[in-house]
């Protein structure tokens, strides 16, 4: 298992190189780098996407305001932790005998305009710095802030302490001990837990509910790591006293749920977050392993039953938010496990991990996040902390020990997986504390656990309590509550008779520009008296069906790429219909060739017929009704159909998804699936058709299996004109790995040369590289 990352660490370099240098990012989807300001903002996330990714063209010196917590974490981490691994082989003798605190410089160059932030009465940070200019002055564009998380403020003296111990400068330290202090002074006395979010000038709780989740957890990650980087009790001692009152008020074996730190026993949520995955790895740390071991499992269960962990799911383990951002937490704790137990079950879930990563989210140009976990759809993105955490964590899960050239037990690592070596004595003068109440020791694994079996027997009833988690409970609804004459359910805003019992109701309906509509009641403008409080009730009922509709997330469906290049590694998240061929109720789904209609709005019949015979048409939206598209496009031949939205800028990263409606009459007649995809996930769809010509796509409920789509192919389902079409590709191609090399690409008859991925590139285009790769792991050829 430890030796497919060379390949696969190389191929990323590679990708990277090819289509993203010098931006920080990857975006997977569309093979480009991710720059500031010309994609939609991802908000803190991109506030720390300044720098290019090689020393010699990195410059600090931008007026751009960033994230203080982001770019810490991210940016400064980085380089302090690319420093400690080039010292340590310099001074091994063998690489990197050129550096000369190169990287150190440039840490200390950032942590100088980082330091502006910290310029408040109470030491918190401001949550942004300007990077040229501070926090100060209308030129800044910052410094108004007045909130920040607990997280943001507390996430720091890590990287700080680090920073003053390697350049002998104590400021950076001092600022981030202060603002840890005052986060500490701010607790709540009574149940010693911390809020979410504090105004950094009054010290006041802006949000008051306290859990291990978003915005708060690294703050309690870096109070016990603080004490193994540093030596210093305190941390410990402050650790162990949040500690103790987390695992009185918010753990709920296996379950972490937020309470109110005024009131600890009430809670204040039902679902969870997928940022408390790290907890189980700190509790390790901490050395209190059984409850670790619960909670890891109850989170290895629910990404068995979702794939990967949702980015927040109910207490009956059902998905609350759908997106999955390829988050690295998860297997970081099962790492740590790993560590302490050398249980081979935590390889097995990394294996799973992995499996899962190469299913469902690896797409040709690296791997793509999860737009919802329940369809498999995709999102244009990768963040850094994949490849500086995900990547890393099942690197040494898998590693054997001679495989490092260093002792990992010689560093610890920080919220963003930057390694950084124990460190000397503090410049800043410390308190003797007493130390009668500190747990000082991890317990050994092999006292604690005598019976090979026992972290089987804590697992065991984990599984079967998920496996048998409970439906959700209908809604309840108030006794003796009045039905009105038109049900909100049943409403359909192009349905005449609806629109005018609304308009005796005093409820008027308002076209948005992005298609959607919205209701207005005015009671003074209804028939009567009756009828105004019919119009409420329908407005009441109107309100709960979309909190309804919101909590439980529209199952969306989902448009899977499945011809070459893309061989089902890209899917985009589409709206179903109403009417027309349930795909929720479909096995198999319905695939076959688009091609875009003519005329494009599907609003008459097809001058195209002959081309969308028996395949998937493609519309753009507007001019008519939903249905009528339908209609056409089944006269036409189509086997089915993909509207795609005509608002410039739309996705379904920032627009709800709906279902499109029919149009008041019976809709029966339409037996064909119509799905809608707003305006960036079309243009992908488009932008595939104009390079490739001949696209093939799978329309269902959720993504399938790319296995399984392969194995219907090379039963026979496969269209070869695509195979033979790639021949120009290779006709001449020469390519070297290792002692194997393929000498041409024999196109007639469809015989195919033997070939081995190793780790060695040639300079080919990436293009062509992209699909000798993706035929070599999709097809399956000898």
Not at 62 to 72: A, G, I, K, L, P
Not at 283 to 290: F, H, P, Y
Not at 557 to 577: D, E, Y
Not at 658 to 669: H, V, Y
Request: hydrophobic share 40%; charged share 25%.
């Amino acid at each position: 298992m430890f030796k497919i990352y060379t390949p696969l660490l190389i191929l990323i370099g590679c990708v990277l190189q090819d289509h993203a240098y010098p931006a920080d990012e990857l975006m997977p989807l569309t093979c480009r780098g991710r720059v500031r300001g010309l994609e939609p903002s991802r908000g803190d996330v991109d506030d720390s996407l300044f720098l290019g990714i090689v020393l010699k063209d990195v410059r600090l010196d931008n007026d751009v305001v960033v994230s203080v917590f982001e770019t810490n974490i991210r940016v400064l981490g980085g380089l302090l932790g690319g420093h400690s691994m080039a010292v340590m082989l310099k001074d091994a003798g063998h690489y990197m005998q050129w550096y000369q605190d190169e990287l150190l410089h440039m840490a200390k160059d950032l942590g100088l305009r980082l330091l502006p932030a910290f310029n408040t009465s109470s030491g918190l940070p401001y949550p942004r710095v300007n990077l040229k200019h501070g926090v100060r002055g209308p030129e800044s564009r910052t410094g108004t802030e007045t909130d920040t998380c607990t997280a943001c403020a507390g996430t720091i003296i890590l990287e700080f302490a680090a920073l003053s111990r390697f350049t002998g400068d104590p400021v950076f330290e001092v600022h981030a001990r202060r603002a840890l202090n005052f986060l500490w002074e701010k607790r709540q006395r009574n149940s010693n837990l911390v809020g979410t979010t504090i105004n950094i000038h009054s010290g006041e709780w802006v949000r008051r509910d306290s859990g291990v989740g978003a915005g708060i957890d690294s703050y309690y990650e870096y109070l016990l790591k603080a004490y193994i980087l540093l030596g210093d009790d305190l941390f410990l001692q402050r650790f162990n006293i949040h500690y103790a009152s987390i695992m009185k008020y918010i753990s709920q074996p296996p379950l972490l749920l937020d309470v109110h730190i005024h009131k600890p026993l009430l809670p204040a949520r039902t679902w969870m977050d997928s940022l408390l995955a790290f907890f189980p790895g700190l509790q390790v740390l901490k050395g209190d392993i059984r409850p670790a071991i619960e909670t890891h499992e109850m989170l290895y269960q629910v990404t068995k039953k979702h794939n990967f962990l949702p980015e927040a799911f109910t207490t009956d383990f059902r998905v609350h938010w759908a997106q999955h951002p390829l988050r690295p937490e998860f297997a970081e704790s099962t790492y740590f496990l790993y560590k302490a137990t050398k249980d081979p079950y935590y390889l097995e879930v990394g294996r799973t991990v992995l499996d899962n990563l190469n299913r469902f989210a690896r797409v040709p140009c690296g791997f793509a996040a999860m737009k919802d976990v329940r369809t498999g759809s995709h999102e244009d993105r990768m963040d850094s902390f994949f490849l500086a955490e995900m990547f890393k964590y099942l690197f040494l899960l898998f590693a054997e020990e001679e495989d490092l050239p260093f002792n990992v037990e010689d560093y610890i690592f920080t919220t963003e997986a930057a390694s950084l070596p124990h460190l000397s004595a503090s410049m800043i003068e410390l308190e003797e504390l007493d130390d009668s109440n500190f747990d000082w020791t991890c317990p050994n694994t092999r006292l604690l656990f005598p019976d090979p079996a026992f972290p089987r027997n804590l697992r065991d009833p984990i599984r079967s309590a998920v496996d048998k988690s409970c439906p959700r409970p209908a809604l309840h609804r108030e006794p003796g509550m009045g039905r009105p004459p038109l049900r909100a359910q049943d409403f359909m805003a192009n349905n005449p008779d609806h629109l005018e019992l609304l308009r005796r109701m005093g409820v008027s309906l308002i076209h948005l520009k992005d298609g959607r509509v919205q209701l207005v009641q005015h009671a003074t403008q209804a028939v009567s008296a009756v009828a105004a409080e019919d119009g409420m009730r329908f407005m009441q009922e109107m309100m709960e069906l979309s909190s309804q509709q919101q909590k439980e997330q529209l199952p969306p469906r989902a448009v899977q790429i499945i011809s070459h290049p893309f061989f089902g590694r890209v899917v985009l998240t589409a709206g179903p219909a109403q009417f027309g061929t349930d795909l929720s109720k479909s096995i198999t789904g319905v695939r076959g060739f688009v091609t875009v209609a003519e005329p494009y709005s599907g609003c008459a019949e097809l001058s195209n017929a002959a081309f969308v015979q028996g395949r998937i048409a493609l519309l753009q939206r507007g001019q008519c009704m939903f249905a009528e598209k339908a209609r056409h496009i089944m006269k036409a031949g189509a086997i089915g159909g993909i509207v795609i939205d005509d608002n410039e800028g739309s996705s379904s990263d920032t627009a709800p998804l709906f279902q499109m409606a029919g149009d008041g009459r019976n809709t029966d007649d339409v037996t064909l699936p119509l799905l809608f995809l707003f305006y960036k996930e079309g243009n992908i769809l488009l932008e595939a058709l104009k390079e490739y010509r001949e696209v093939e796509v799978l329309l269902s409920d959720k993504a399938r299996d790319r296995g399984e789509i392969h194995w219907t192919e090379q039963k026979g389902a496969t269209d070869w004109r695509h195979v033979q079409n790639m021949g120009p590709y290779f006709s001449s191609l020469e390519t070297r790995f290792d002692s194997v090399t393929i000498s041409k690409w024999p196109v007639s008859g469809f015989s195919f040369s033997l070939f081995v991925l190793s780790s060695t590139f040639n300079q080919k285009s990436f293009k062509q590289r992209k699909i000798y790769l993706s035929l070599q792991s999709s097809l399956s050829l000898p």
